[in-house]
């Protein structure tokens, strides 16, 4: 079984919708991360988690919330999709001392 | 400036032949480094950490320069199966992590 699973793997919604991405992990990390990926603009920092009681907003935040419901469960929210959000999306984990990251199969979501 | 900053290619090479790609950053508090390998509409997965000392796994030797501030990934005898976009990675601060935007390889036969 893999260590960080995202569901779902594919959504398409419209706008205005409300979506959850979701994430979990077996690895046992405390460290958890949600990144978007657009075509020649490489990998973009939504949220990150370091334990359940702290969350960051990361260089991109703006239309999107999270929960870290546990130390396994990470969650992603749009709360009113738009078309510009759509993209592969990546949660990952990590850990020290090194804090080399992992990465689930990703999401990807189109918005109509 | 972009924080991490990486060659985009492609780069475009016969199997067999040796390719080296580098990378630049920008912040000097960076205090970890790593090569990810991603093939198109999959995961990124880590390839090698990057050591002051430098490292080798088999083929693939990754090099840190802090004074110049760049990172390098060198490919020995290149396979079809490398064909992938290589990313580099900054640690900075024990918390703030910056990928680039990746160099794409294409191994020819």
């Known amino acids: 079984d893999a260590d960080v699973t995202q569901t779902p793997r594919n959504r398409i919604t419209k706008t205005g919708k409300r979506i959850m991405l979701e994430c979990s992990q077996t690895k046992g990390h405390d460290r958890m991360y949600w990144y978007r990926q657009d075509p020649g603009l490489g990998l973009r920092l939504i949220y990150y988690?370091?334990?359940?009681?702290?969350?960051n907003k990361g260089e991109i935040s703006d239309g999107y919330s999270v929960s870290r419901q546990a130390q396994a469960k990470f969650s992603l929210s749009l709360e009113s999709a738009i078309p510009n959000q759509t993209a592969l999306y990546f949660c990952a984990t990590s850990d020290g001392p090194t804090y080399e990251q992992y990465f689930g199969p990703g999401t990807r979501l189109t918005v109509t | 400036r972009k924080e991490v900053e990486q060659d985009p290619g492609p780069f475009n090479v016969p199997e067999g032949a040796t390719v080296a790609f580098n990378c630049t950053y920008s912040n000097s508090a960076s205090q970890s480094f790593f090569w990810y390998r991603q093939d198109c509409r999959k995961e990124p997965k880590l390839l090698m950490s990057v050591y002051s000392s430098g490292n080798e796994d088999g083929r693939f030797t990754a090099q840190l320069n802090r004074a110049s501030q760049y990172i390098s990934l060198l490919i020995r005898d290149s396979k079809l199966s490398d064909s992938a976009t290589y990313l580099c990675v900054v640690l900075i601060g024990g918390f703030k992590t910056i990928f680039g935007a990746g160099t794409r390889l294409f191994v020819k036969a």
């Open positions: 988690s370091f334990d359940v009681k702290d969350i």
